[in-house]
């Protein structure tokens, strides 16, 4: 419109011609705000392995140097309370790639070797529903899920997972080579453990490229949920070279989505399949182990660097993929929501719980339970509690659980040994006062109106999904 027609124009020419515009105008610019994407955006969800939310150095850790996180987190928005929905790695990644928590996925287990778990074969994965709107897929590094044919992948080179410079320059190739959109997984090896026995963690040698970052145990401080020795915390010290190392592989591959002109039409998203290896921590609902870092850029925010409240969950990841995407999937109901909408709002309302549910890590560690995490409060519903906890085989042998057994104290960290192998049908903490989770309330009157309601919403939810375990047991009842 030139100078003389706006000149002329009344005020009700004004609100009829010239407002409708301005409204549109505004409404796709807060969409893009929002982060909603065109139907081409690009897809970078890196996962670590093995690695609790308190070891980054944006979640407060002064010691371990974690630079490239940090920094994509200062560029995007840090979820401080991000939990992995079981912590096991194959499952797990198996709720990342289905958006449906694992009693109702199928793969319960582990799927290499004698544990044998796959995913059902009426999930659609996300892979599979992304090559249907035309994406090109990849997978650098770990995969620990079956069937293959469940996860069209068209570029898995032969990278090795704990090799950071070649696993980023497959990642190169693949963005370089990529003509379609891409959705692009790179699933790193560290920091899970090297060895079972002895030391357990760190870098032996340098790679190509790569020169390892060295802790001192003194300086390391450790956790609460473990034993303050010497022995945990030059496992802490190695378990930090390993974080550093797979800090180095995100840089590399931010900077080829830099270098590429690929970033401002790119959804990053970094995380860890569950937390550390340790005793304590995986295998269980407690929070060093299901509780992971989350961190997001997504192109088109205003607001960056935003710490955000919302309480989410790995069932939360295909959706928000989904949306970035515009990729239609109305087969089924996902457990989760997108995240998009939220990124900008730093304590969105409605995303006060989470629900974790678990059945088994190896095939011979059978021990399901199922778990509503809100804000303050958890409740952890152990449905075999008759039996004693089996420790996954990671964490049996390890050097931190044998010690801990030997120990004069029976204790693992704050927690004793007894409470920890023989636990109660219900477990419910006050995560404010009692952050470890050692003060169960679940038998004190003063907190039964919090576990009636907490054990109404659980059955609530596993009842609208059809979990199968279910039809034979139920919180309030004894186990069969």
Not at 54 to 63: A, E, H, L, M, S
Not at 73 to 100: M, N
Not at 250 to 269: F, M, N
Not at 411 to 425: T, W
Request: proline share 7%; hydrophobic share 35%; glycine share 8%.
């Amino acid at each position: 419109m030139n100078r003389r027609n706006t000149r002329g124009l009344n005020m009700a020419d004004f609100r009829r011609n010239v407002m409708p515009v301005l409204y549109t105008l505004l409404a796709a610019m807060l969409s893009s705000f929002n982060g909603s994407a065109a139907a081409a955006g690009n897809v970078v969800l890196m996962i670590s392995d093995n690695q609790s939310w308190f070891d980054v150095g944006c979640y407060g850790n002064t010691v371990v140097q974690t630079p490239n996180i940090d920094r994509l987190a200062a560029k995007g928005v840090k979820f401080e309370s991000a939990f992995a929905t079981t912590a096991s790695c194959g499952p797990s990644r198996a709720v990342i790639y289905s958006g449906l928590l694992t009693h109702r996925n199928g793969q319960y287990a582990h799927p290499h070797r004698e544990h044998n778990q796959e995913i059902r074969p009426d999930v659609t994965t996300v892979f599979e529903m992304l090559k249907d709107n035309g994406y090109r897929t990849a997978l650098i590094g770990k995969d620990h899920v079956r069937p293959l044919e469940k996860y069209p992948i068209d570029f898995k080179p032969k990278a090795r997972s704990r090799n950071v410079i070649e696993m980023a320059a497959a990642a190169d190739r693949f963005m370089a080579e990529a003509e379609k959109p891409f959705f692009l997984v790179m699933s790193f090896g560290d920091p899970h453990p090297v060895s079972i026995d002895g030391r357990g963690w760190g870098i032996p040698s340098p790679q190509n490229g790569y020169t390892p970052v060295q802790y001192n145990p003194q300086n390391v401080e450790t956790p609460g949920f473990l034993p303050n020795t010497a022995d945990v915390r030059e496992g802490i010290a190695g378990y930090y070279q390993q974080i550093t190392r797979m800090d180095f592989g995100v840089g590399r591959v931010l900077q080829s989505l830099e270098q590429q002109g690929l970033i401002d039409d790119t959804l990053v998203i970094f995380t860890a399949d569950h937390g550390t290896s340790e005793p304590g921590a995986m295998g269980t609902h407690y929070e060093p182990g299901v509780r992971v870092p989350f961190v997001v850029y997504c192109p088109g925010l205003q607001r960056r660097g935003i710490t955000n409240s919302a309480l989410v969950a790995f069932t939360d990841i295909t959706p928000t993929i989904l949306d970035w995407t515009a990729t239609q999937f109305d087969d089924y109901q996902l457990h989760g929501r997108s995240i998009l909408p939220i990124l900008e709002t730093p304590h969105p309302e409605g995303w006060d719980h989470a629900l974790l549910s678990h059945v088994g890590h190896d095939v011979f560690a059978y021990y399901p339970m199922r778990t509503l995490r809100g804000q303050r409060y958890k409740l952890i519903w152990n449905v075999n509690y008759r039996s004693e906890y089996p420790l996954p085989i990671d964490t049996i042998q390890r050097r931190t659980w044998m010690n801990a057994r030997k120990g004069e104290t029976q204790m693992l960290g704050a927690r004793s040994i007894e409470a920890f192998l023989h636990r109660p049908q219900l477990e419910l903490y006050d995560l404010q006062d009692d952050p470890w989770e050692v003060k169960n309330l679940a038998s004190n009157p003063t907190f039964s109106s919090v576990l009636n309601e907490s054990v109404a919403e659980l059955v609530e939810r596993l009842e609208a999904q059809r979990d199968p375990w279910l039809r034979k047991y139920h919180p309030l009842r004894a186990g069969q």
